[in-house]
């Protein structure tokens, strides 16, 4: 399996927690008709689609990408010990894959100078901290950490209900405490090498993050998008999006942008390898991998 990416004068690495079939595809995908599933099975299973239990296929990572100046590690993934009550795969979990990735990739939680979470959901901001003597504390002692103003003030304001508030108050809030945060806005530009795009719908100020010098030589979607399946037909929306019309008009854009170019794009949920160029197909979009 392929987990690293010579793209210009970067180094991108991804970083896999997990990857297994998750919860049934038609729920996940509330606006997927049996019918539409069925026509695709054959080229989304197994990979993307467990056919026995009917569960979506999903790839849980981060990835971090190495300039000639940083090391940036986009989303921080599930965690250890932390409280998902209705997920048995991530609750209060001790295990070490993904820091074991972290170092098969040459770098330790030293080696982070950003962390960019691309939306504030539990698996994407959950090693942001760990559990140290009863306490939560950033994972990453030099990193300085990017989190969209807008976003935060959503899910630390109480007013939603979609979403359990355990990883803001686990996984965000001691980041804020220890003065290691940043909130910016969704536009925001890190350096030369790293910029956010604006990509809402999932969540209200979800953000993409891309990277190059002089060009987007590589883009990370963050959960603009989940399944190869919503490529092809960027109007399936995800369960938990908390504008749907805004996630269909978000994603088409997105892949409008980047269809046919050099652009690499990285995403987060797709199966293995989860890296590739966006072609189109028909009326939709496909994501064609990088080889081995």
Known sequence: MRTSFAVNDMTIHRIVEQEHGFTPMLEFLPTLTRELLEENKSWLAPAGYDEKSGNVVLCFQSYVVKTPHHNILVDACIGNDKSFPHRAAWHKKNDSSWMNALKAAG????????????????????????????????????????????????????????????????????????????????????????????????????????????????????????????????????RVDTDRDQGVRTRRQFFERYCDTDTLCCTMHFPS??????????????LEYVKD
């Open 107 to 238: 770098l330790t939680v030293e080696d982070i100078d950003f962390v960019m979470c691309t939306h504030l959901h539990g698996d994407h901001v959950g090693w942001n901290t760990r559990l140290e003597n009863g306490r939560w504390v950033p994972t990453f002692p030099k990193a300085r950490y990017l989190f969209s103003k807008k976003e935060y003030d959503y899910w630390s304001s109480g007013q939603q209900t979609m979403m359990p508030l355990d990883p803001i108050k686990e996984s965000v809030l001691p980041v804020i405490e220890a003065n290691r945060a940043e909130l910016v806005t969704s536009d925001h530009e890190l350096n030369d090498h790293i910029r956010l795009i604006p990509t809402p719908g999932h969540t209200p100020d979800h953000f993409a993050v891309c990277a190059g010098r002089g060009g987007d030589a590589a883009v990370f979607t963050g959960d603009l998008i989940h399944s190869p399946l919503q490529a092809r037909y960027p109007e399936l929306t995800m």
């Open 273 to 286: 390898p989860s890296v590739g160029h966006i072609k189109r197909w028909g009326n939709g979009f496909r």
